[in-house]
């Protein structure tokens, strides 16, 4: 009987590739940091596993690999280049979900250089798995959050009224009669559609049967989790309604939500069994559709040999160590950042405005981390009020940047029921005409219009993706990423027009704008005497 060949890498080579990791870690340790971060919020715990998981995934492959020699492909050489590209995009336009997936494309291409197109075929799903420990940018998490809550409040009150409890929904607000409930941003369902996301994924990836049963078990995750999470509001206010408010809280509290979970993944489990059923694949018991399978031990009489350096390795290594280099220097350069007034003493009688300031609470100061900012209600002196509010950023570096309304508005029961872009006539930043973003928000028959734009080194933008790129382009061109977000809101009474609210927001606007040249500068040149330099660390 012809033995056996088996192929392994040598212990240098384990030694070398240990380095190449720290290395990788030692460059994108920014972004890492911020993954970990959020790995401490409920929504993201389960991201503690995934490296692990991933890990375990790979190594079931073991005998399968050590059956494949490995070649050299270039192809990795050039995802870790566009990984290090990513990245250093990532770096000048102050966005970790850049860095973060930049360090996931370069560990991809790495693994690539060292297992070639063969071994890739083999573990390039336990890579793509990893992408589930990257949280989402905040924008699009606190979107989804507002979107999720809307909805379980929506189908909870119909859980509610099922069992015969009238109750009143005005927003997320879950109106019981003695009691009031809110649907607030931790009973969204996050917390359970993100791990259960990751589940559904390794579920799927077990499952031996069509693609499109694997597709389904996936997605499904989806509405399980929001009709659970739906039916658990419903629960709690059925509960409340009878025993009091005591079972919205506590024990109890935390309990249903595990029970919630464990109910997710049974209805999970239910499903893939359903689906070993159907098919032309059908009638096969759960446990031959989905099991775990272990390597097989390397046979006792195979013959081994090692395998060589991988020449694409040797320049992906050349290329990191650049990298890292090139990144130090980054972190050392200087940013120009422009002198302005402060906002201390910003007029509060502008026009016919008369304004009087508001302080925020310090947990939203610290939480936006602006260098400065004003918050005002300024009155036309016919009781129309305008709540009025700059946070300006000296320098926006990866977690210090403007915020986007769109994020923060909905909430509180509050809805976003129109967005749409609006020039102001008569109002202009350094020679140009001022666009604002135009937003209507409802919360029972109460509306809001709020007007909101970033004016970023002398331009109005209106799209957050726009901001970030100009960031990454000033960064580059300019030495600055200094800049501010200004938002203006007023109320709408019932009985108002809205026409008339969008008047005297455009008549504020106009006689703002000119105000604040003062306190947001412009994107003229700098001159080296009229400005200060703060060493980016």
Not at 50 to 63: C, E, G, H, N, R
Not at 196 to 211: E, Q, V
Not at 333 to 345: H, K, Q, T, V, Y
Not at 421 to 437: F, L, S
Request: proline share 4%; net charge neutral; charged share 20%.
């Amino acid at each position: 009987m012809k033995q056996q060949t088996i192929w392994k890498e040598p212990v240098w080579m384990w030694v070398v590739l240990l380095a190449l990791f720290g290395l990788l870690v030692a460059i994108f340790y920014d972004g890492l940091s911020a993954t970990v971060g959020a790995w401490s919020k409920e929504e993201y715990s389960h991201g503690y596993m995934i490296p692990l998981v991933a890990a375990f995934l790979i190594w079931q492959k073991k005998d399968q690999l050590e059956t494949v020699r490995f070649s050299d492909s270039w192809t990795g050489a050039v995802i870790v280049l566009l990984g290090v590209g990513l990245y250093f995009v990532g770096e000048l336009s102050t966005l970790y979900i850049i860095i973060q997936y930049a360090f996931l494309v370069t560990l991809f291409g790495v693994a690539f250089c060292v297992v070639g197109w063969e071994g890739m075929r083999k573990i390039w799903v336990p890579l793509l798995f990893l992408g589930f420990m990257i949280p989402l940018p905040s924008f699009l998490f606190n979107n989804l959050s507002s979107l999720l809550q809307l909805i379980s409040s929506e189908l909870g009150v119909a859980v509610i009224r099922f069992f015969g409890v009238s109750v009143y929904l005005e927003g997320n607000v879950i109106d019981l009669g003695n009691y009031q409930l809110q649907v607030v941003e931790a009973c969204s369902g996050l917390r359970y559609l993100f791990p259960l996301m990751s589940l559904a994924f390794l579920c799927a990836y077990f499952f031996k049967g069509a693609l499109w049963k694997r597709v389904i078990i996936f997605l499904s995750s989806i509405p399980i989790t929001v009709l659970m999470n739906s039916f658990r509001i419903g629960v709690t206010g059925v509960l409340v309604d009878y025993k009091g408010i005591a079972m919205a809280e506590g024990f109890l509290h935390d309990f249903e939500g595990w029970f919630i979970f464990m109910s997710c993944l049974g209805i999970l489990i239910l499903e893939m069994w359903i689906l070993s059923k159907i098919g032309r694949d059908g009638n096969r018991p759960l446990r031959e559709v989905f099991g775990l399978d272990f390597p097989n031990p390397s046979p006792e009489n195979a013959v081994v040999k090692y395998r060589s350096f991988p020449k694409p390795l040797v320049f992906s290594a050349l290329l990191l160590l650049v990298t890292a280099v090139s990144s130090s220097m980054l972190g050392q350069r200087e940013e120009i950042i422009p002198l302005r007034a402060d906002f201390s003493g910003f007029p509060l009688q502008i026009g016919n405005w008369q304004g009087k300031g508001e302080r925020m609470e310090q947990i939203y100061i610290d939480a936006l981390k602006f260098d400065d900012y004003i918050m005002a209600n300024f009155d036309n002196g016919a009781g129309k009020v305008i709540n009025f509010y700059v946070a300006y950023y000296g320098s926006q570096r990866k977690g210090e940047s403007a915020h986007s309304p769109r994020s923060c508005l909905p909430g509180d029961g509050w809805r976003m029921t129109g967005l749409t872009e609006k020039i102001i006539d008569g109002a202009d930043v350094d020679g140009m005409p001022v666009r604002v973003n135009r937003v209507e928000i409802q919360k029972g028959d109460y509306k809001q219009l709020v007007y909101y734009w970033f004016q970023q080194r002398g331009r109005v933008i209106t799209n957050e993706y726009l901001v970030k790129w100009y960031l990454f382009w000033d960064a580059l061109t300019k030495n600055r990423t200094d800049g501010a977000l200004i938002r203006l809101t007023t109320l709408v009474m019932p009985n108002e027009d809205i026409a008339n609210a969008e008047e005297r927001l455009d008549d504020f606007t106009k006689s703002v704008t000119s105000v604040l040249d003062d306190y947001v500068p412009g994107g003229t040149s700098v001159d080296a005497s009229k400005s200060r330099i703060a060493s980016r660390e």
